[in-house]
């Protein structure tokens, strides 16, 4: 039976994912943010959410890679089946997912370049005007980086012990 029990790192991983998504959905990002409602405007808000956590768990050790590996797995898979019902052919969803996958690397190495200050990188708000923003005509760019940075803080209070287990907590908007 052991064969066909899942492991706890892959549900705490979708726990993780759960809550993201949940946030992600936080009416006030749309409202007080001006996120655009879109499918790429929710697409950055998920992926964000997931960065944060991602973020949070870089270099805590092996259970640590474990619950992130379920945590990006749960992502991508969620983003095939909304492909699959957005109607994307099965011939075309591996494309698209490959090109999904493409992007979030790269946010993530963007991300984490603007969090670490690196030099080169481009500063949390150019990033945040051009994924979350793109095409949004004098954005609350500012906003949305108090936002960022308050939640990477409010993660890097958290327990891990409670995130390695699926548990987070978001602070508000």
Known sequence: MRLFRKRPATENGRRLYAACVQQARTPSL???LATPDTIEG???????????????????GDEA????????????????????????GDL?????????????????????????GEEGADSLETLLARTVYE???DPPVAGMAAYVQTQRAHL???ELRDMLEGAVTWAQP
């Open 135 to 137: 095409g949004v005509a």
């Open 65 to 88: 890679a474990e619950v992130s590996q379920g945590l990006f797995d749960a992502y991508v898979r969620a983003l095939d089946d909304t492909l699959r019902e957005m109607g994307v």
């Open 42 to 60: 929710r697409f950055e808000h998920y992926s964000l959410h997931v960065i944060f956590i991602l973020d949070r768990l870089v270099r805590q």
């Open 92 to 116: 075309s969803v591996g494309r698209k997912m490959r090109r999904i996958g493409e992007a979030l690397y790269g946010r993530l190495r963007n991300y984490e370049a603007a969090f670490n």
């Open 30 to 32: 749309y409202a007080e």
């Open 156 to 158: 890097a209070s958290l």
